[in-house]
Nanobody, 124 residues
Framework: QVRLVESGGGLAQAGASLRLSCAIS????????MGWFRQAPGKEREFVAV???????SYADSVRGRFTISRDNAKNTVYLQMNNLKPEDTAVYYC??????????????????WGQGTQVTVSS
């Protein structure tokens, strides 16, 4: 059974940093593309970042230069380092896994497995 569990969310002030973690079981993190998505109140879920099997990354324009996605194969965990947070980053953040994918694919859709989400709230 595949399970994704996010952690690290919380309340932060604008300009601060948070690091989200996504622990995966039942699936090897290096065998899939791993993505982060977010959903703000009243809005649709949107793509944030992805890391491919080969380690290439892709970001939404709204977070590029502020957020960094990374992966620890030994811990089977994916991270999202969020710097210079803005109030518009407030959302529930979800990690997701996409399998199968080609080695350097960085998909923004078509994910098979999802976590339960973690709330991030940024105050101005």
């Amino acid at each position: 059974q595949v399970r994704l569990v996010e952690s690290g969310g919380g309340l932060a002030q604008a300009g601060a940093s948070l690091r989200l973690s996504c622990a995966i079981s039942g699936l090897t993190v290096s065998s899939c593309a791993m993505g982060w998505f977010r959903q703000a109140p009243g809005k649709e879920r949107e793509f944030v970042a992805v890391i491919s099997r080969g380690g290439t990354t892709s970001y939404a324009d709204s977070v590029r230069g502020r957020f960094t996605i990374s992966r620890d194969n030994a811990k089977n965990t994916v991270y999202l380092q969020m710097n210079n947070l803005k109030p518009e980053d407030t959302a529930v953040y979800y990690c997701a896994a996409a399998v199968p994918t080609t080695y350097y694919a960085t998909p923004s859709r078509g994910y098979n497995y999802w976590g339960q989400g973690t709330q991030v709230t940024v105050s101005s």
